[in-house]
């Protein structure tokens, strides 16, 4: 059985070890500079046609008025008058009450997955890979799945609720709801990934610094706090920039589960809805610009917060 | 005495507990590969077992058929395409100095900052300019180029981790870079290339927005759109035995391909490549 083990990785192509010196290129190699450009020709040119030059219309169709079908004209800063939009703000709310949400709950529940399975008797590895099997499922096909176990009468959550709260609940009926509804789905889903992250980091950890704890005497949660978790915070920081992201780009999830009714709507579906629907890209492009400045700076707050004095 | 006794206690604590958590994490997928093929729906008769579900997916819209043969498209060409991309650039950027080589490395992993959901409305229209808009090569390439950061970062480290001495001995006997990349490193580099194709599949696979937002001729549809077309399409009236058919086709590749290459997957955790 081919099991989910970070430590089984050889460490051959590990190297997070300092990045060795990169500037000792031989003279032999100076000659193939030209050969060389050849090979990254492809990823700059990927890079720059996919990347850069629709970063850039991003930001000039943001001072355009841009719709969907017909001609373009410049119009100042009139499409950032989008982010005063009481929609825009209303799915700005639900959206950080959802991120704040989820990395809370993801994380306790990684967490604890992480160090259940981190060492443990014979069958380990069956556990971790059932844990992250669902990661392994797409988040569309997720949220289908769970659409399902929503919506039909048969579905085993439904009959447990009859029992245990004699009637049926509206999982996806109210925002509050809803925002659970989708927390446990996630949760379900994403769990696994973020165990495997975090088990990377515990596997980083000096055996010899538990073995000295021990010896000085200390209990689980003095463990925990003085040697776990501060040898953890780059892997913690690590794991809370990806699910703070992901969340507040939430998508998938809340169009496919609700189409954003009863308030659910998260601000890429309000992109979405300025695009496609009110057929205004740049207002659409607008809102994109202060999602991407926005996640910038917050992406950089949590690392430098998780950074310091460590 | 009491050693064993605890330890004993121990891992019939671990073992309760996580059979406990096993059964939740799987719960869902059985229960939906258990309704895709038992019941009224599934049977087409009162209860028992039956493929009606997967029937009606079959002739759904433009036909399974159709929908599995995009989404395979799409994803052999991300995979191919980032896989070749990030082998070649990761050659050069591990091995060779040239100019510009920081700055295209630096915007390459820049591409990481940029919330993916906010450029695909500048994509979309920069694809019409280019006549690859309602195209699954251009969501191919988009796809491609939002994986190019990971495989780019795992296929340096992957040069950077075999030894220098190796190709200075083929260099030196007159063989060519191209040469060495082909005789002396891909057999090093394999792995690595594997690891990257890996996430690069399960993306592409999966992937919602993109072509949610960039196919809109129907017949085009990759399946996680389809099978959202099947939820949303007609409001009230759901086709639930066939929503179920189809996650369950859309999911058995994923995880047949997970399970087989697991200790790939788990690679691309252990390499760094996600720090970056």
């Known amino acids: 059985m081919v099991s989910l083990s970070p430590t089984r990785a050889p460490s051959r192509d590990a190297p997070s070890s300092p990045p060795r010196a990169r500037h000792d290129v031989s003279p032999l190699r100076r000659g193939h500079r030209r050969l060389a450009m050849v090979y990254a020709t492809p990823l700059a040119v990927i890079v720059a046609v996919l990347f850069v030059v629709p970063l850039g219309l991003m930001v000039w169709m943001s001072f355009n008025h841009w719709p969907l079908l017909g001609a373009s004209a410049p119009n100042g800063v009139t499409n950032y008058r989008a982010l005063g939009d009481p929609l825009f703000l209303h799915a700005l709310w639900f959206t950080v009450k959802y991120t704040v949400v989820t990395t809370v709950v993801l994380g306790l529940v990684a967490f604890g997955l992480a160090l259940l399975v981190q060492e443990g008797p014979r069958g380990v590895g069956l556990f971790r890979t059932v844990f992250f099997l669902p990661s392994a499922v797409g988040l569309a096909s997720a949220s289908l799945l769970f659409y399902g176990m929503f919506n039909t009468d048969s579905s085993p959550l439904n009959a447990a609720m009859r029992l245990l709260a004699g009637g049926d609940v509206d999982w996806l009926g109210s925002s509050g709801n809803a925002l659970i509804s989708t927390v446990g789905m996630i949760t379900w889903r994403f769990a696994g990934f973020y165990m495997l992250i975090l088990m990377t980091g515990l596997h980083g950890i000096d055996p010899v610094l538990y073995e000295a704890a021990r010896t000085d005497g200390a209990g689980w949660w003095q463990t925990m706090r003085r040697v776990t978790l501060p040898l953890l915070r780059p892997t913690i920081a690590l794991m809370m920039v990806l699910s703070v992201t992901g969340s507040l780009l939430a998508f998938d999830q809340f169009f496919i589960l609700t189409g954003g009714r009863h308030g659910t709507a998260t601000i890429v579906i309000d992109v979405y809805r300025e695009a496609f629907l009110s057929q205004d890209l740049g207002r659409a492009a607008a809102v994109s610009v202060a999602i991407l400045v926005g996640l910038v700076i917050i992406n950089g707050a949590q690392l430098r917060l998780l950074r310091r004095d460590s | ?276």
């Open chain 2, 1 to 276: 005495m009491s050693r064993p006794r605890h330890r004993a206690a121990r891992s019939a604590g671990f073992y309760s507990t996580s059979t406990v958590l096993a059964v939740l994490f799987l719960f869902p997928m059985v229960w939906t590969l258990f309704s895709s093929v038992h019941g009224r729906q599934a049977s087409g008769r009162g209860n028992g077992w039956g493929i009606d579900d997967y029937k009606r997916l079959f002739h759904y819209g433009s036909g399974l058929p159709a929908y599995l043969l995009n989404t395979t498209v799409v994803a052999l060409i991300t995979v191919c395409v980032t896989v070749v991309v990030t082998t070649l650039g990761g050659y050069a950027v591990a091995r060779f100095d040239f100019p510009g080589k920081n700055v295209l490395f630096l915007v390459t992993l820049a591409i990481l900052m940029v919330p993916y959901a906010t450029i695909l409305v500048p994509l979309y229209v920069f694809l019409g300019w280019i006549g690859l808009q309602n195209s699954l090569i251009g969501l191919g390439l988009v796809l491609a180029m939002f994986q190019l950061p990971f495989g780019l970062f795992m296929m340096r480290n992957s040069f950077e981790a075999l030894p220098v001495e190796l190709e200075e001995a083929a260099l030196i006997d007159g063989c060519t870079p191209t040469g060495v990349l082909r005789r002396v490193l891909l057999r090093g580099v394999a792995p690595g290339m594997v690891t990257v194709a890996l996430f690069a599949f399960l993306a592409a696979w999966n992937e919602f927005v993109a072509p949610l937002i960039f196919l809109t001729d129907g017949a085009k549809f990759t399946l996680p759109v389809a099978l959202f077309n099947l939820e949303a399409g007609n409001f009230g009236s759901v086709d639930f035995g066939a929503l179920q058919s189809g996650v369950v086709t859309a999911a058995v590749p994923c995880v047949a391909v997970f399970l087989l290459l697991q200790r790939y997957y788990v690679r691309g955790f252990t390499s760094g490549a996600l720090k970056g």
